[in-house]
Structure formats: structure tokens, C-alpha cells
């Protein structure tokens, strides 16, 4: 696929002191087979119509992850990431669990720091959708009449929910995609999300999606304390069916941002260097 | 400076119940025993993308090694009560780390004693773990 394509020559150019056979790992993943603008998403897209009627529930505090941990996997079935290939909630496609099964996680059971492929800790790309909630990072919403801003400690940064909205026709592809949000049950918060790129990958393990996902967020309020947050994946570029993943959040006192995890190149390698490598002899795609 | 060595490598049940962390690399360590050392901190690096203790241990021999032991980043062990002046140079530890399988002298920290008893635990609701799926699945 072309963007994918242009993301991994970026990568390669990024990191040339790494070994060819590296190079060659990144560069040429597997992409999907066909033009995935075609494609026809399996759930309805966007809000319902009409809108359901709710009162706003309150999701005010800073929110650190809970029950169950982040998790390496978006897979509700295999969050620790110990089923790599073989969750039984994932529909893969051919490509898209080839293109999986290629890639070097930095984290999990699987994981390869060493070698990894993932474009976050080479170069710091931005997390994306579903990976966002696997680092042990807070993050706040901010609740107004016409948007819910979510701000995330890492990174840092944040992204729109525009309520009261519906997606452009033709959104252009990016990181985060278009979202718009609306209220159910008096007690849940729904993000709907198209339009995103293709360059993320959704979780740790490096599970793929294409320019097609729409990704649904309920975050929904369970007490004072806590918030569930269940996700869906719908992707018919990259799998035959939606998967879902789930993850919890607890309210947290420690101060939002009290510790900004800005992504820095140069931290992840220094971080390898000073305990990663001593432990993993050999190849490396790290600069020396 | 440097206590006498204590190295000791016990099988603990406690501590090889909590969860992996998500270190990177993590497989490459030992979770199922605790190696237990006593050391004298040299250096304390709070950040991210996960926090850094450097500290030297004295073996039988006499010799001296240099140990590094990680953690979850800064936002985390926030949560569980550490700063960044929780450690520093000169501190007199106990150590309690998942070191590497392969004999280097890195690993990732589970709990820390200060010599006045204090204990600092690296450990606590973390990373999701295969066996513990989130609370209404399954």
C-alpha cells in the first residue's frame, strides 16, 4: 500500500546503521492485496439517528490504567500478548496476520527489542488509535458543548471527539482520523473514529489496520473510581470481521502531566543501550 | 562504600506472582526467582520510557559490580509512591530484581529496601497479563 510503502522507506532512511537484513524487515512488509477505499466497513459508521437521549455522565479526574492492566495485546482475549497470531478473537487476513507475525515487538513475550520494527520506539511515530491505552500513561477529558477533549500524558497529546457531528465524506487520512462522540445510558461516552492513515500499528505486538478502520471507543463510567473502556476494530482491510479489546481505568491522584512521557529517540536508545543490550548480545538496529 | 556481598538467588513465591512487566526485552529475564543483593546506590535516572537505578555490589572475591536495575516509567511509580529523590548516591540498598538470563548484571526491579527499613515496591496492578484478562471477558 502507498502510504505504508512511503512509511517504511522513511523508516529505513531513518535508521541506517541498521543491519541490512533489518532493513529489508521494515521495509517490505506485506500489504493488503487490493484498494481498500472500496471496502465496505461490517458496523454503521458514526452516530445513531437519531441521536439517543442521555444526560452527560461525568468523566472529570485523571484516569490511570486499572483492572487487568495496559496490556500488550488489543486483543480481549490475549492481552498479555502470549497468543501472537493465534488470538481467538482476531479475524485476521491472510496479509494482516503475515504481516504480524513479521514484525519484532519491543515489548511482551515475543518481544525483540533488539530488532524491532516498531516505528514508535525507532522514530517516535505517533502511537495511534487502541495503541495509545497500552503505555501506563493517564489521560483527562475535557467535556464541552461541542467536543470531548481527550488529552493523553504520553505523547503528550490529544485528540477531538466533535459531538453533535457527523464525518466528512472524504476525510483526509491521518494519525488520529476524524472523531465524533455522543452519550448513551447517562453513564457512557462513544468515540467513533474513521480516516486514519495506516502507518500505527494497534497495539504492542504490532497488529496492523489499513486506511479503512473505523474504531469505536465506549468509555463507560462504572463508579466514582473506575471507567471500562471497550473497543472495537473494523477494519475490513485487515481482517474479515470487528474484534474487540477492553481495558480499565482507575482515578488517579497523583497529578495529570506531573511527568510528561514525551517520545524521544534518543531516550528509547539510550534506555536500550544502558540496560537492553547487555542482556541481548548480538544484532542490533540501534544506533551506537 | 560498598557493603559486603550478599547475593542470593531465592525462589519466591510472592514476588514471581506479579505480573510481567512490560520491560522491553522482558522475556529476556528471569521472572520465575528473585535475585536478592545488597549494593550501594550510585546513580538514580527518573524518566521515561522507564526509570533507571545503577548501583555496585561487592562480590566474595572482593570484586566490585556495577548492576543496573529498571523500572516502570516515572508516571507509574509515581502512582506507587516513588519520586525522583526517592534514591541517591550513597544510598545503602537491598535489591530485588528479575535479572537477565544471561548472566549480565541488568535487570528489572521488583522492591527496594532503603537501610532504614523503608520499602519502595516496583510492582503493583501493571501490565495485563494472558492469564488475567480484563475484568467482564471470558
Known amino acids: 500500500m502507498r ?7 522513511a523508516f529505513v532512511v531513518s535508521v541506517t546503521a541498521a543491519p541490512a537484513n533489518v532493513y529489508a524487515q521494515a521495509a517490505d512488509p506485506p500489504n493488503p492485496p487490493m484498494d481498500v477505499s472500496a471496502l465496505k466497513n461490517f458496523l454503521p459508521i458514526g452516530p445513531p439517528s437519531p441521536l439517543p437521549v442521555s444526560k452527560v455522565p461525568d468523566l472529570s479526574g485523571d484516569w490511570t490504567f486499572g483492572a487487568g492492566g495496559f496490556g500488550q495485546s488489543l486483543s480481549a482475549a490475549d492481552p498479555g500478548g502470549r497468543m501472537r497470531g493465534k488470538e481467538p478473537d482476531i ?11 513479521k514484525q519484532f515487538p519491543p515489548t511482551g ?26 503505555a501506563p500513561a493517564k489521560l483527562r477529558f475535557i467535556q464541552t458543548v461541542e467536543a470531548v477533549y481527550i488529552l493523553h500524558e504520553i505523547g503528550p497529546t490529544w485528540r477531538v471527539a466533535w459531538l453533535n457531528a457527523k464525518h466528512p465524506d ?47 471507543e465506549r468509555f463507560k463510567k462504572q463508579d466514582d473510581k ?27 491522584t497523583t497529578g495529570f502531566l506531573r511527568f510528561q512521557w514525551v517520545c524521544s529517540v534518543r531516550d528509547n536508545y539510550e534506555h536500550y543501550e544502558k540496560v537492553g543490550r547487555t542482556a541481548t548480545p548480538g544484532e542490533t538496529s540501534f544506533k551506537k | 562504600m560498598i ?11 510472592v514476588l514471581s506472582s506479579v505480573p510481567l512487566f512490560a520491560h522491553h526485552g522482558g522475556n529476556l529475564y528471569d521472572t520465575t526467582k528473585a535475585k536478592v543483593m545488597k549494593g550501594t546506590v550510585t546513580k538514580f535516572e527518573w524518566g521515561t520510557p522507564h526509570n533507571q537505578i545503577y548501583y ?7 570484586e566490585v559490580e556495577h548492576w543496573v536495575a529498571s523500572t516502570e516509567p516515572a ?4 502512582e506507587r509512591g516513588w519520586t525522583r529523590r526517592s534514591l541517591k548516591p550513597g544510598d545503602e540498598v537491598t535489591v530485588y530484581i528479575f535479572a537477565a538470563k544471561n548472566g549480565a548484571t541488568v535487570g528489572n526491579l521488583q522492591k527496594i529496601v532503603l537501610a532504614d527499613g523503608k520499602e519502595l515496591t516496583a510492582g503493583g496492578p501493571g501490565p495485563a497479563d494472558a492469564a488475567q484478562p480484563p475484568a467482564g471477558r471470558q
Request: proline letters at 8%.
Open chain 1, 3 to 9: 502510504t505504508r510503502g512511503l512509511a517504511a522507506a
Open chain 1, 91 to 101: 479475524p485476521y487476513q491472510p496479509w494482516a496476520l503475515q504481516y504480524t507475525m
Open chain 1, 109 to 134: 513475550p515475543d518481544a525483540a527489542f533488539e530488532r524491532t520494527t516498531d516505528p514508535n520506539i525507532h522514530t517516535c511515530e505517533p502511537l495511534g488509535l487502541g495503541r495509545i491505552y497500552m
Open chain 1, 170 to 216: 472524504d476525510p483526509d487520512p491521518q494519525y488520529w482520523g476524524h472523531s465524533v462522540g455522543w452519550y448513551e445510558n447517562g453513564d457512557t461516552l462513544v468515540v467513533d473514529t474513521i480516516g486514519t492513515n495506516d502507518r500505527s500499528w494497534l497495539d504492542q505486538l504490532g497488529h496492523p489496520h489499513t486506511e479503512k478502520l473505523h474504531f469505536i
Open chain 1, 226 to 252: 473506575t471507567i471500562r473502556l471497550d473497543m472495537t476494530v473494523d477494519d475490513p482491510g485487515a481482517y474479515t470481521g470487528p474484534w474487540p479489546g477492553v481495558r480499565n481505568f482507575t482515578k488517579s
Open chain 2, 3 to 13: 557493603r559486603k556481598t550478599s547475593i542470593a538467588v531465592v525462589c519466591c513465591a
Open chain 2, 56 to 62: 555496585d555490589v561487592k562480590t566474595d572475591k572482593g
Open chain 2, 75 to 78: 508516571g507509574v511509580m509515581l
